[in-house]
């Protein structure tokens, strides 16, 4: 399988504090995605970082990509009761179809109020 | 504008029968594709288009059927339904793929129970 891997499977924070996701991944990458899902939802997307991008920032989110370790995180600072969902990072592969992304298992965030 | 649209929401099927999973978009996007979720899995590419009359096999195509007669409509058949195929089945588009830095746009998915 292509499939990467997401670490924690599921965390479990306090309102305020901050979460961080990682995500692992195997082949060489065009670009990594974060997608978020509320429960019997569709994956709504969050942010995008390009294999030759570092770290990106957009609100409180927060994502770095280290593509000699096929590795990424994503962090949410100042949780809130409200970002308590699933998250998803995706990877386009290098040399990949154009619209084929390979997402990773998810990792199951839950924020208490 | 009312992004990608999947019908219908919720399925149960007996084994062998077949049906069609619906997907509209209505923002002239080329690239559609299908996932199925199972737990613990996350989301896995059944099969893409990459525009009207394109189509090719992702990660998991075995039982699946795929045509793109319009730029807006990519339907997923399949042809005799099997239990392995309960998941939940999310269409996606996207305007100029992935691969170039666009991001995926998502149906609300639909629940598929084989029994």
């Known amino acids: 399988s292509q499939q990467g891997e997401e670490d924690p499977q599921a965390l479990s924070i306090q309102e305020g504090e901050n979460a961080t996701m990682n995500c692992s991944y195997k082949?060489?990458?065009?670009?990594l995605q974060w997608y978020r899902q509320n429960s019997g939802r569709g994956l709504v997307h969050l942010i995008l970082?390009?294999?030759?991008?570092r770290e990106k920032h957009s609100g409180r989110l927060r994502v770095t990509l280290d593509t000699s370790k096929k590795s990424s995180s994503l962090l949410i600072t100042a949780s809130r009761a409200a970002d308590t969902a699933s998250y998803f990072c995706a990877t386009a592969p290098y040399g990949g179809a154009t619209n084929k992304l390979i997402f990773g298992t998810g990792t199951l965030l839950a924020v208490q109020p | 504008n009312a992004g990608v649209t999947q019908t219908p929401k919720f399925q149960v099927l007996k084994t062998g029968q077949s049906m069609t999973l619906q997907c509209a978009q209505d923002m002239n996007h080329e690239y559609m594709s299908w996932y199925r979720q199972d737990p613990g899995m996350g989301l896995r590419l059944i099969h893409y288009?990459?525009?009207?009359?394109?189509?090719d096999q992702g990660e998991v195509p075995n039982g699946y059927n795929v045509s793109r007669s319009t730029t807006e409509d990519f339907p997923l058949r399949l042809l005799s339904a099997a239990p392995s195929q309960t998941s939940v089945y999310f269409c996606a588009s996207t305007r100029t793929g992935a691969k170039v830095g666009e991001k995926l746009f998502f149906g609300s998915g639909t629940q598929l129970s084989v029994l």
């Open positions: 082949t060489s990458i065009n670009n």
């Open positions: 288009s990459v525009g009207a009359g394109i189509t």
């Open positions: 970082i390009r294999s030759n991008e």
